[in-house]
T-cell receptor, first 116, second 113 residues
């Protein structure tokens, strides 16, 4: 069974600084997808960034980028120029897709605090 | 931008009662899901639905749970006889499949008393 581990239950960063959230996963598959979701206090799940495992290039989305190390099964999220609105719970998630059969497996989350 | 909508936003029910949580997925999506998040814990997969049938379900999704897509637009989760431990945030999600982004609704907070 696939597992996703987020070893940092809480992180904090000064506004405008850079922070990196860690995620590791375990799978025997070679083709899969990885995601970071943000959950603000409203508890809505918002997609931050998506990575396809067969792509070596790291995904970027404005201030958000990932460091995807497939051999190490590591998928960290870097937030540059942190803003107050980035404060939220961040979940790393793994998706293996088999025709007609898809599900996300989430980590336990990292609560990110932005210090003004 | 298209979105997944869930109703109600908050439901309070007595233990043993039946509840139905409703969702309207994005119209051209093919995969539909229910996830659950107990307060302070991680998001857990309950069930996925594709081609008008359950494609996968977790151990949590026992006989008291059922899903239905009654009219081609709504997607419902029924809990037949609620227990205190069913209190959680329930998220509906939909996707086009094949690793595409899953779009989540805003959630229904279920409180069983």
């Amino acid at each position: 069974a696939q597992t996703v581990t987020q070893s940092q239950p809480e992180m904090s960063v000064q506004e405008a600084e850079t922070v990196t959230l860690s995620c590791t996963y375990d799978t025997s598959e070679s083709d899969y997808y990885l995601f970071w979701y943000k959950q603000p206090p409203s508890r809505q799940m918002i997609l931050v960034i998506r990575q396809e495992a067969y792509k070596q290039q790291n995904a970027t989305e404005n201030r958000f980028s990932v460091n995807f190390q497939k051999a190490a099964k590591s998928f960290s999220l870097k937030i540059s120029d942190s803003q107050l609105g980035d404060a939220a719970m961040y979940f790393c998630a793994y998706l293996y897709t088999n025709f007609g059969n898809e599900k996300l497996t989430f980590g336990t989350g990292t609560r990110l605090t932005i210090i003004p | 931008e298209p979105e997944v909508t869930q109703t109600p936003s908050h439901q309070v029910t007595q233990m043993g009662q039946e509840v139905i949580l409703r969702c309207v997925p994005i119209s051209n999506h093919l995969y539909f899901y229910w996830y659950r998040q107990i307060l302070g814990q991680k998001v857990e997969f309950l069930v996925s639905f594709y081609n008008n049938e359950i494609s996968e379900k977790s151990e949590i999704f026992d006989d008291q749970f059922s899903v239905e897509r009654p009219d081609g637009s709504n997607f419902t989760l029924k809990i037949r006889s609620t227990k205190l431990e069913d209190s959680a945030m329930y998220f509906c999600a939909s996707s086009k499949g094949w690793g595409g982004q899953a779009f989540f609704g805003q959630g229904t907070r279920l409180t069983v008393v």
